[in-house]
């Protein structure tokens, strides 16, 4: 990968791709969340996460490129979301084509914070698993909370609903990577291509959203 890639660190797509080829060139092995769960002894290994809050067209061309540089990740989509609906059927047909190309869904879930909502969480959590499920004719297994920061303290355990087998936040996947997040459109800890060869264990978390072909306008 020439070193012109990586001068200006962004969000467009090219980057984007630019990062993904330097870590299979640099020998790492891209894998879902699912994938992780069972004890790994691969040296060099990139959890590939995406939290699709705002935009299911532009977590779709992420998922082009990684399918096109033949590797696989998990796409974690809410089902209340304000700015999509799954039961669209533009929603839908992107959902199914991510999943075509062998990347993981799971549930982007939000914690609700209405009293009548807060008493029916479990029977809310399970009803919508249920409908995401039916609607995507694939199973769930994973979630990631939607700002946890704003409804639950870091320290806060909290019970897996039946069916799901992992949360994305927990210590065995915080613990055993080095995590990072492109969150606000902001590496707090520098862009993901400065940690590919530096780290053996990534653990990536990125948003559809902030990354563009051309201009961020592309997206809002």
């Known amino acids: 990968m020439n070193k012109t890639d990586f001068d200006n660190c962004g969000f467009t797509h090219s980057h984007y791709k630019a990062c993904i080829q330097h870590a299979l060139d640099s020998g790492y092995r891209f894998l879902r969340m699912k994938d992780a769960l069972n004890k790994l002894d691969d040296d060099k290994i990139i959890l590939m996460r995406h939290d699709e809050d705002l935009s299911l067209p532009a977590a779709y061309n992420l998922a082009r490129i990684e399918g096109d540089l033949g590797i696989k990740a998990t796409y974690f989509l809410r089902l209340h979301a304000k700015n999509y609906n799954l039961l669209s059927h533009e929603s839908y047909s992107i959902a199914h084509k991510i999943i075509e190309m062998g990347h ?20 809310l959590f399970e009803r919508s698993k249920s409908l995401m499920e039916s609607l995507l004719g694939a199973e769930i297994i994973g979630m990631s909370y939607h700002e946890p920061a704003r409804f639950m303290n870091e320290k806060d355990k909290r019970e897996l609903p039946p069916g799901i087998q992992y949360e994305a936040y927990e210590e065995r996947f915080m613990d055993n990577y080095k995590y ?14 400065q940690h590919i060869g530096k780290e053996d264990r990534l653990y990536i978390l990125t948003h ?7 201009s961020p306008v592309e997206n809002y």
């Open 180 to 193: 990072i997040s492109d969150s606000s459109a902001h590496w707090r800890e520098g862009c993901m291509c």
């Open 104 to 123: 993981e869904i799971g549930f982007h879930y939000e914690l609700h914070t209405h009293p009548a909502l807060l008493e029916k969480e479990m029977e």
């Open 208 to 214: 559809g959203f902030w990354w563009f072909d051309k």
